[in-house]
């Protein structure tokens, strides 16, 4: 059996502890759920505002 040295052993546990990180998972999560919500936003806000230009444009037209 192959004998493992002090910087293989320390590598091993840094490499599993990474493994075992869900850190940046998380992260990505939460990156992905603003980025919904963000175009969640801005779809509501492009839809109020042509229906505004519209209305006002009637309005302008109606006080001609």
Do not use: C, H, Q, W
């Amino acid at each position: 059996m192959p004998r493992t040295t002090g910087k293989e052993t320390t590598l091993k546990r840094i490499f599993k502890k990474f493994i075992a990180d869900e850190s940046g998972a998380t992260a990505i999560e939460y990156g992905l759920i603003a980025a919904g919500i963000a175009l969640a936003i801005i779809e509501v806000i492009y839809a109020l505002g042509t229906n505004l230009i519209e209305k006002l444009t009637a309005l302008a037209t109606a006080l001609k």
